[in-house]
């Protein structure tokens, strides 16, 4: 959204993964040109100094974002594509939905998630966190398995792209429909 954000981002993740024992994490980004840039020089110290955090940088062999992925026990994102192909394959996903000045960014139109995969502040965040890494059984594992279930699953002449448009487009006519 911005760069504030973006810095809300890290120190969010970074304080994630001093709190989450026994963890490791792995930033992923599309692009890195953002690390030349001064105004990260002091986040971007914090993480590369942090004991079980860093920075993935193999941008040279392909769909190596979702080789991350296949190994991970959680991935938390920003709204993207690819949160929707882990759920898909039941990696369990959180959504980092807020910055340091405003809740709810992007999800919060009519959805095909469940709330509760949302985080809008770092303690939400980090209580689902401990609840999918650490609990058995966790609620928001059988939340996505349901998910699972109820979105992502198709037969194999089926779209998913398809199913969830379809599911929006009910629950948006459905809350139109209310309105009216």
Not at 56 to 78: G, M, P, Q, R, T
Not at 116 to 127: I, K, P, V, W
Request: net charge positive; charged share 25%; glycine share 0%.
């Amino acid at each position: 959204m911005n760069w504030s954000s973006q810095i809300n981002f890290f120190g969010d993740l970074i304080k994630l993964s001093q709190y989450l024992v026994n963890t490791f994490a792995i930033l992923r980004f599309k692009k890195l040109d953002w690390t030349a840039n001064a105004y990260f020089k002091n986040i971007l110290n914090k993480i590369n100094n942090s004991e079980n955090i860093t920075i993935s940088s193999n941008y040279k062999e392909a769909f190596y974002s979702y080789k991350l992925c296949a190994h991970a026990d959680l991935v938390i994102a920003k709204a993207t594509s690819i949160a929707d192909e882990c759920l898909s394959k039941k990696i369990p996903v959180l959504f980092h939905e807020y910055t340091h000045n405003m809740k709810k960014i992007v999800l919060d139109i009519p959805n095909y998630l469940p709330s509760e995969l949302m985080c809008y502040n770092f303690e939400d965040l980090y209580q689902k966190s401990k609840s999918i890494l650490f609990s058995s059984p966790s609620k928001l594992k059988e939340k996505i398995e349901e998910l699972n279930q109820k979105i992502y699953y198709v037969s194999e002449k089926q779209n998913i792209k398809k199913k969830i448009f379809d599911v929006l487009e009910n629950k948006f006519f459905k809350k139109n429909a209310l309105i009216n």
